[in-house]
Nanobody, 128 residues
Framework: QVQLVESGGGLVQAGGSLRLSCVAS????????MGWFRQAPGKEREFVAA????????YYTDSVKGRFTISRDNAKNTVYLQMNSLKPEDTAVYYC?????????????????????WGQGTKDTVSS
């Protein structure tokens, strides 16, 4: 199992930016497709963004398209989520997740059940 640790959360005003990082240990990151999910207060956890194992494909939920960017640096065993033009509705705990894939698998999955490893989450609060 790969261990994941998120960082970068905090308090920001609407319209501002945050950059989340997720550092993996225990396994090489290039063996995993990665995803970011979030859980707002009182709501179910939802998919935000995914990236395939080599970073060549990405996928976003509609509400963050054009504002968020997922990227990865396999040499640093790190995945990022750059969040711009933040809105109060982006307030949530953000989770990084890893999905073990075979070489040649370039898919980006959106389902929680597809991911086998999760970080502890990092809280982002966007004030209006």
């Amino acid at each position: 199992q790969v261990q994941l640790v998120e960082s970068g959360g905090g308090l920001v005003q609407a319209g501002g930016s945050l950059r989340l990082s997720c550092v993996a240990s225990g396994r090489i990151l290039s063996a995993y497709a990665m995803g970011w999910f979030r859980q707002a207060p009182g709501k179910e956890r939802e998919f935000v963004a995914a990236i395939n194992r080599d970073g060549g494909r990405t996928y976003y939920t509609d509400s963050v398209k054009g504002r968020f960017t997922i990227s990865r640096d396999n040499a640093k065993n790190t995945v990022y989520l750059q969040m711009n033009s933040l809105k109060p509705e982006d307030t949530a705990v953000y989770y990084c997740a890893a999905r073990s894939v075979y070489y040649g698998d370039s898919s980006c999955n959106t389902g929680e059940g597809d991911y086998g490893s999760w970080g502890q989450g990092t809280k982002d609060t966007v004030s209006s």
